[in-house]
C-alpha cells in the first residue's frame, strides 16, 4: 500500500478564539478515510486490469428456437379438439339448464290448473249433493201425497177400479187387466231405483213393466228394447191406460213405464227419483206399444 502524506497547514490568526475555530479531525476518522479511500482504488484498478484482458475475446451468444414439429402440431390440434369439445360441452350444459327451466315451469302451471279443476269439482260435487238432499226431501213428500191420496176400488162384478190421484193429477178410469196393470205400478210410486232390480221395494224401469203384467198373466221379455216391440205400436195421441211408453227407437229403447191415463205415467226413472208418477211434460216419451 502506497504511504500517504498529510499535509500541516499553519493555524490561522483567529484559531486562538474558540468560536472560530473548525472542529478538529481525530486520527482515527483520518486514518480509516485513507483506508477506504487506498482499497477503492485499488479495486478500480484490478477492474480496468481484467476489463481490458476480457476486451481482446468477444462473446458470442446463441439462442435456439423451438422447431414445429409432428408430435408438436399434433399436440396442438389435440388442445384446439379439447377447446372445441368443451365449448360443445358448455352449450349442450346452458341447453339442458334452459329445457329443466321451461319443465319446471309448466310443471309449475301444470299444478295450479289440476288445483283449478280439483277446486271445481270439490264445488260440483258439493252442488250435486245439495240438490240429491232436496230431490230427497222432495221424493219423500209427494210419496207422502200419493200415499193419502190414492184411492184404489174394484167392482167384482164388472172387473173394473177406479184410480182417484189428487195434487194436481187429474182423475184416470181403467178397467179389466189394464186396471190391475194400473194400480200395481202406482201402489210402487216411491220404490228405490237399483239397476237389475225386480222388486218387491227397488226396481229398474223394465223390471216393474215386465212385473205389472205378469200381475193380469202377461210374460213380457225383461228389457226395455224387446218390451218396445212386445206388442203393438200405437200414436201417442191415442194413448189408453196400461199401455207400454219407451223412450229411443222402437226395439232400441233405453227406458220404459207405463201410462196411467189423464196425460200421467209411471216409471222408475233413475237412482235419484226412484219410482214417480209423472206427466207426461215431464220426460216425452218416443212411443208406445199396446199388450192388453
Avoid at 285 to 290: E, F, H
Amino acid at each position: 500500500m502506497e504511504e500517504l502524506l498529510i499535509p500541516v497547514v499553519p493555524m490561522s490568526h483567529t484559531a486562538h478564539i474558540r468560536s472560530h475555530r473548525k472542529p478538529r479531525r481525530s486520527a482515527s476518522t483520518l486514518a480509516m478515510r485513507a483506508g477506504v479511500a487506498g482499497g477503492v482504488l485499488s479495486t478500480l484498478a484490478v477492474a480496468g486490469a481484467s476489463g481490458s484482458a476480457n476486451a481482446a475475446e468477444p462473446v458470442t451468444q446463441t439462442l435456439e428456437l423451438p422447431t414445429l414439429t409432428a408430435d408438436l402440431a399434433a399436440q396442438v390440434a389435440q388442445s384446439a379438439d379439447a377447446t372445441q369439445q368443451a365449448a360443445a360441452n358448455y352449450e349442450l350444459r346452458a341447453e339442458r339448464d334452459a329445457a329443466a327451466a321451461a319443465a319446471a315451469k309448466e310443471a309449475k302451471a301444470d299444478l295450479a290448473e289440476a288445483k283449478k279443476k280439483a277446486a271445481a269439482a270439490k264445488r260440483k260435487a258439493a252442488e250435486e249433493a245439495r240438490q240429491e238432499a232436496a230431490e230427497r226431501a222432495s221424493r219423500a213428500a209427494e210419496r207422502a201425497t200419493l200415499s193419502a191420496s190414492v184411492d184404489t176400488g174394484s167392482s167384482s162384478s164388472s172387473s173394473s177400479s177406479s184410480v182417484e190421484v189428487s195434487a194436481g193429477v187429474s182423475t184416470s178410469t181403467a178397467t179389466g187387466s189394464a186396471a190391475a196393470v194400473v194400480s200395481f205400478v202406482q201402489s210402487q210410486v216411491g220404490d228405490a231405483y237399483v239397476s237389475g232390480g225386480t222388486g218387491p221395494n227397488s226396481w229398474d224401469c223394465s223390471g216393474l213393466v215386465q212385473a205389472a203384467f205378469k200381475q193380469v198373466g202377461v210374460d213380457l221379455p225383461r228389457v226395455s228394447q224387446d218390451q218396445s216391440v212386445a206388442g203393438t205400436q200405437v200414436s201417442l195421441s191415442n194413448l189408453q191406460p196400461g199401455d207400454i211408453l219407451y223412450w229411443g227407437g222402437a226395439g232400441s229403447a233405453y227406458h220404459v213405464g207405463v201410462y196411467v191415463g189423464d196425460g200421467m205415467f209411471v216409471g222408475a226413472q233413475n237412482p235419484s227419483t226412484g219410482v214417480v208418477l209423472k206427466p207426461l211434460s215431464y220426460d216425452p216419451p218416443s212411443g208406445a206399444v199396446r199388450v192388453l
